[in-house]
């Protein structure tokens, strides 16, 4: 089991971080995966919004085992700080997969963004004003530009 905690050149702390971001990150694609099913495309639509979340959860997958059984050399651990700020993206990122469909696209949407931009480093009024953009772009493209229906808030049926 030590032989899955070391480098080639016997160093611990950098593969233990790697490994660990590479086991969550895997949770996170498996999730992903899974979640995407639920999601239903239109009549006699080719592809539905189901599609990019596998299509990202894959290379996310195979990237993820990479870290696990390939860690890189990285000895400084991050902060309490950072930490925390990975680990609430993280649950961001995994509360949004489930909460699209129930909520709809526009507020979980919103939502997420807001919270992972302030999470980077905005002010309130910066990150409400970046998510509601890319918020409203992302609905436009995916619903006007590429004609892929996405999650309506309940009781709203457009």
């Known amino acids: ?4 905690l070391q480098d080639d050149a016997g160093r611990v702390p950098g593969v233990i971080g790697d490994r660990i971001a590479g086991a969550l990150l895997l949770v996170l694609a498996v999730g992903a995966w899974w979640l995407s099913h639920d999601l239903e ?48 993206t993280l649950l961001v990122l995994a509360s ?22 302030h999470l980077f480093g905005a002010a309130w009024k910066s990150a409400l004003v970046s998510g509601g953009v890319l918020t409203l772009s992302l609905y436009a493209l995916f619903e006007f530009a590429l004609g892929m229906p996405l999650p309506n808030m309940p009781g709203l049926d457009w």
Do not use: C, H
């Not at 089991?1 to 899955?4: A, E, I, K, N």
């Not at 949004?96 to 931009?117: D, E, I, N, Q, R």
């Open 1 to 4: 089991m030590s032989d899955l």
């Open 41 to 88: 495309s239109g009549f006699m639509q080719p592809i539905g919004p189901g599609e990019y979340p596998r299509l990202i959860s894959l290379p996310l997958a195979v990237l993820s085992l990479l870290l696990i059984l390939k860690p890189g050399l990285n000895q400084r651990w991050p902060g309490r700080a950072a930490l925390v700020r990975q680990a609430l």
């Open 96 to 117: 949004y997969a489930g909460l699209v469909k129930p909520l709809g696209f526009l507020p979980a949407s919103l939502v997420t963004v807001v919270l992972l931009v």
